[in-house]
């Protein structure tokens, strides 16, 4: 079956810093959502990516999904405390209904 | 969007005994999930709740041990039966407003699970 693969699983951040998380696919994606979930909290949906090579931005956070649609990417720039927490990334399931989450990256951040 | 709420937000619990998580989404809604998630680790996929029939499991969960119960398109039941340990966990029930993949999911606060 499909996985989603993501590195680092742990990224510690100097605050002002820029860091960036990577989603790798065994499969291609028709779709590819990021979620983030705040310590003690539940994954909230940031966004998602459809086309190949798409680039959406969010403030300091900048998505990408790749050419062949089975990587994408998070790059964070400016680091700072508000951004702690385990970004998700998320893609459906070949001839399926349903999400395969990736493991996680949790992102601290020391002043 | 969806807002998810669930009931209850937090409970220890005896070994042996059963707990019932209550779902309740603020709109109706194709899809409804529950997933599972340990302390430090990802989302797993427990079962798809579907309304008016009997839920879709994953591999390795199980309607004996986390019955599914959906009514209608905006409630949604999950019990977790004879708890261990092992049950610890945080539950979180999802839901989708429509049924393609490419619609985003919505979460729960969860319930955080502590078996004794």
């Known amino acids: 079956g499909q996985q989603v693969m993501q590195i680092p699983q742990y990224q510690h951040v100097q605050e002002g810093e820029d860091f960036t998380t990577y989603c790798n696919s065994s499969?291609?994606?028709?779709?590819i959502q990021w979620y983030k979930q705040r310590p003690g909290g539940h994954p909230v949906f940031l966004i998602q990516?459809?086309?190949?090579?798409e680039v959406k931005k969010q403030k300091r956070l900048t998505f990408q999904f790749g050419e062949a649609k089975k990587n994408s990417s998070l790059h964070i720039t400016a680091t700072q405390t508000t951004d702690v927490g385990t970004y998700f990334c998320?893609?459906?399931?070949?001839?399926?209904?349903?999400?395969?989450f990736g493991a996680g990256t949790t992102v601290t951040v020391r002043a | 969007s969806a807002v998810i709420s669930q009931k209850p937000s937090r409970d220890i619990c005896q070994r042996g005994t059963s707990l019932t998580i209550q779902c309740q989404v603020d709109?109706?809604?194709?899809?409804m999930f529950w997933y599972r998630q340990q302390p430090g680790q990802s989302l797993t996929l427990i079962a798809t709740?579907?309304?008016?029939?009997?839920?879709?499991?994953e591999s390795g969960f199980v309607i004996d041990k986390f019955p599914i119960s959906r009514p209608n398109l905006t409630f949604s039941t999950l019990t977790v039966s004879n708890m261990s340990p092992e049950d610890s966990s945080i539950y979180l029930c999802?839901?989708?407003?429509?049924?393609?993949?490419?619609?985003?999911?919505?979460f729960g606060p969860g319930t955080r699970l502590l078996v004794l």
């Open positions: 999802s839901a989708r407003r429509g049924g393609r993949r490419e619609e985003t999911q919505y």
């Open positions: 499969t291609t994606l028709s779709n």
């Open positions: 990516l459809v086309k190949s090579g």
């Open positions: 998320a893609g459906p399931t070949p001839g399926d209904y349903k999400l395969s």
């Open positions: 709109s109706q809604v194709t899809m």
């Open positions: 709740a579907n309304q008016g029939s009997e839920a879709t499991y």
